[in-house]
Nanobody, 113 residues
Framework: QVQLVESGGRLVQPGGSLRLSCAAS????????MNWYRQGPGKEREWVAE????????YYANSVKGRFAISRDNVKNTMYLQMNSLKPEDTAVYYC??????WGQGTQVTVSS
């Protein structure tokens, strides 16, 4: 069955950088468009970024454009989210979303001094 496991979240200072990973299994990863979402404290879950199966096209929410970069390694069946110039408002649980409405368990990112 589909399994998605996020990792890499931690406490980081404002202006810092972090790279999240999403390890996927149970489906043909290279065929699948993948997405990152996040849910901040007291907020709705929101879409962050998307990458096509080949990795040739990427899309970003306006709030992260120019600071975050989504990528993937189709040999390792892993998707990444490089986050730079982090702000306190980026504090959230970050989730990867896969096929058939599948979600990972999330990884906590906290941006605070």
């Amino acid at each position: 069955q589909v399994q998605l496991v996020e990792s890499g979240g931690r406490l980081v200072q404002p202006g810092g950088s972090l790279r999240l990973s999403c390890a996927a299994s149970g489906f043909t990863f290279s065929y699948q468009t993948m997405n990152w979402y996040r849910q901040g404290p007291g907020k709705e879950r929101e879409w962050v970024a998307e990458i096509t199966g080949s990795g040739s096209q990427t899309y970003y929410a306006n709030s992260v454009k120019g600071r975050f970069a989504i990528s993937r390694d189709n040999v390792k069946n892993t998707m990444y989210l490089q986050m730079n110039s982090l702000k306190p408002e980026d504090t959230a649980v970050y989730y990867c979303k896969g096929p058939e409405g599948s979600w990972g368990q999330g990884t906590q990112v906290t941006v605070s001094s």
